[in-house]
């Protein structure tokens, strides 16, 4: 049985997947795997124990393949977990602040809060994650070789070979200079540095990610259709992410370009509807949702003089209907809020294209507005929806697609 032989790995503003298993925090940064971890490393594990480790040595008992099999996909994950972790830790030695690591069906990713502040910047954070698998390849080589001449047990060597071959391959793959694998910031560091724009050589990675998705989705249907090989299933699977993940990289690069010099404070929604952190939940749900028709909400502290609040957290309508019916009079809103450590929080001079790579969808992805600790707005993808469509519209330009559909509010 052959296992999938390419994975996707770096850094970036957004991530399509979220940690289902926190894992914690690893040199302060926080750590988690995404359901679908189980699929692939369960295919890894079988893939070595039912098929490449008896084939290539047999006459073992089966106990042996299975142990090398699962102990091979629990270091190989492991060794993913380094490349995105070297991301992130050059990343925060550049200036860039790192939101968390997710590994996930099709590899890893390194979600990053800021852009780096210049090419020298961006080149070394993309540069340093296929640095260390290239490393890792080369130390399971090594290994490999003493394990042979040392006359080690031949599926021990052959699972260290496969782990050095594999982490060669991540480093070799995500080379390539395409977008959003690593390769392909560094072709956007390269056209950053040769032109001057940052915008710009976004959009250049990102064509180039499209093209080389479109090429990998061809090359594997015909490679299923042709052959039967089923790994080809898999290369048109990762193209099309591949294609998907870069038009949203090149539709964000001409957004940020339509935005750029507009500051926060005049996209955002003024004066929102803030609720003080002692507030029952039962009032809030027969009270404040009456008086607005906003589904976040954000959660302050009550000043005894009467003057406004600093801000704690962030509350959602979901949040709040999440509680039995039967604890809503005893339960306040300190208590469900999303703390300000887990909320996004700018200021309102920030341009608005500095901004946007943080935003997400989902109410309680909303973005709260503070000046010298008090909260005087909301930003959410409406907001920036309305902005795109006025600014658009004075231009006599079609909104970048994705932007300018959305409802208001």
Known sequence: MRVPGRFLTGYGRRQAVRATFPLGRILGIRVGVHWSVVLIFALIAFGLAAGRLPQTHPGHAWPLYTLIGLVTAVIFFASLLAH????????????????????????????????????????????????????????????????????????????????????????????????????????????WRRGGDRLRATEGAARAGQVFGWLLVAFGLVSFLFTTYFGGLWLALIGWFLVMAASAEGRQARLREVLAGVPVRQTMSREPVTVPAGMRVSEFLSDVLMRSRHSAFPVVEVVPEGGPGRPVGLVTLEQAGQVPAQERESTTMAEIMQSMENTQVVGPDEPISDVLPRMENGAARRIVVVDDGVVVGMLSPSDVSRMVRMLTSQQGHPAPGGWGQGPGG
Do not use: C, K, M, Q
């Open 84 to 191: 995105e972790l070297a991301h992130a830790v050059v990343a925060r030695r550049n200036g860039v602040a790192v939101d968390d690591i997710v590994l996930w069906l099709l590899g890893g990713a390194t979600r990053i809060r800021t852009e780096a502040p210049n090419p020298g910047a961006d080149l070394r954070i993309a540069g340093v994650g296929p640095l260390v698998s290239l490393i890792l390849g080369g130390v399971f080589a090594l290994l490999a070789w003493l394990l042979y001449a040392l006359s080690g047990s031949g599926p021990v060597v052959e699972g260290v070979v496969w782990l050095a071959a594999i982490n060669i391959l991540l480093a070799v793959f995500n080379a390539i200079p395409a977008a959003p694998l690593d390769g392909g910031r560094l072709l956007r560091a390269f056209l």
